[in-house]
């Protein structure tokens, strides 16, 4: 029993490993761009959501909803004034940029807010938990777990069945070519970034009632995010919700059997993975 | 009334003068084809009108307007289409797909509309029965179909075709040059630039010959192809 517990603690983990990554997934599938600052974007989505919360004395789920709109401002600012310029057929110049990015933030962040830990605190919801057939499960972790699929599901909505998604998929396609079809690229770009900021202030929204968080811990953020993508496949978006699963429900086993595995066990279940399907579990196609 | 006008267009590449002092009228609802042999700067006269390269002298005008200074984008909602000599289909995305997107951004139809518009132009194209099939996984002669059916799809009143019937054969080329002869009497405009030269003259009213960057001369499609000039430096005839 305590086996299926273990389990099922680790696939609802992997749903918020799931958040961190869907927004980098949909970013490198529309622009074939790794952004290395996705991770200190969340947790700058987790003290704008605090900083909405302090000021106005809300709930971090209802400051979380003033939250959206300004994060999907700041990526789409983002792209539109400093990706779009660096992005082309060359893949290093967005990636320095994006890592300078990441340094700007942390100390940005370091600056405004100090190195103090902080933690949203969202009442009574955070102890309470059901039963699931026997096995005792959190109501927030349910509910990270939940929001994860919700989101995976959405963005795959928007992706197969929107005029927008279309947009996505032919500007990753042919950069070149969509304009010819009236769709400018740059534009597409920056409501992409948008959308990813978005899933990146939810993925904020669950790590900062879940845990506390400084400025310094995106890096960290980055790479589960990274592994998530990689084990489900690039281009994959339920993929990746598998891949947080693996890493979650790894990190959950190898906690069991020593607390003090926890991390690794998560990071050799990638390397596993990476041995046996080096393109991940769901590649989008060969290409 | 003209729907496309080029005045002087001029356009050189380093030393190289790729487009040489070009003036050419064309009428709406007409078919005009351009010969030439490689390098004499046809798919660069596309890139002029289609907006991908700006002229260092001259006007392009479409309608009358003067769209010189416009891009690419502008022009096609100006109602250029173009196909390319190398089909640059989205190979991730369906058939219907790929003609979805250029209806809606470029053509502005609107949502349940665009679906019916795009089948439409799909069954005229040949293309109705691989409407869910990948862009990327289809034939040449599919290929090029779809590159003219996306081509439609941006609702253009003038359209640009680079050598669509290379590569085909002869049964093929037959079917492609019935579509293309439908176009052009529901009276979208065409400019075709072709070497397959028998289905390009089953189709259009007028010729012009480029070479060396120069109009050497256009008319009737009889009077082209008798000339001396253009037998000898075209088809390499002594005469």
Known sequence: M???DTLVQGV????????????????????????????DLIVLAAFVILSVATALNLNPFVAAVIAIPVMFAVGWVLQTYLLNRVLGDDILPPLLVTFGLSV???????ELFSADSRKLTAGSIEAESVSLGGV?????????????????FALNQIFYR???????????????AVGLMGI????????????????????ALYLGIRANFDPSIGPARLLYAFEAVIIGGLGSLWGTLAGGVIIGVSQALGAAINPEWQILSGHVAFVVVLLVRPRGLFPRSKD | MS???????????????VTDNVSLDVEAGEALGIIGPNGAGKSTLFNLIAGNIKPDAGQVLLEGVDVTQRSPMERVHAGVGRSFQIPQPFNHLSVFENLMVAAQFGGEHRGHEAGTFCMSILSETGLASCAQDLAGGLSLLQRKRLELARAMATSPKLILLDEIAGGLTDGECVDLIKTIRNIHSQGTSIIWIEHVLHALNSVVDRLMVLNFGRKLMVGRVDDVMNAPAVREIYLGIEV
Do not use: C
């Open chain 1, 12 to 39: 609802l983990l992997g749903g918020l490993y799931a958040l961190f990554a869907a927004g980098l997934s949909l970013v490198f599938g529309v622009m074939r761009l790794v952004n290395l600052a996705h991770g």
């Open chain 1, 136 to 152: 005792t499960v959190g109501v927030m972790p349910l509910l990270t777990f939940v929001s994860a699929v919700l989101v995976i």
């Open chain 1, 184 to 203: 400018r690229p740059n534009n597409v770009f920056a409501i992409a970034t948008g959308i990813a900021m978005v899933v990146a202030t939810i993925a």
């Open chain 2, 3 to 17: 729907i496309l006008t080029l005045k002087s267009v001029s356009k050189s590449f380093g030393a190289l003068k």
């Open chain 1, 162 to 176: 929107t005029k927008l998604g279309r947009a996505f998929r032919a500007t990753s396609d042919d950069r070149e």
């Open chain 1, 2 to 4: 305590i086996w299926i």
């Open chain 1, 104 to 110: 700007v933030i942390q100390n940005g962040l370091l």
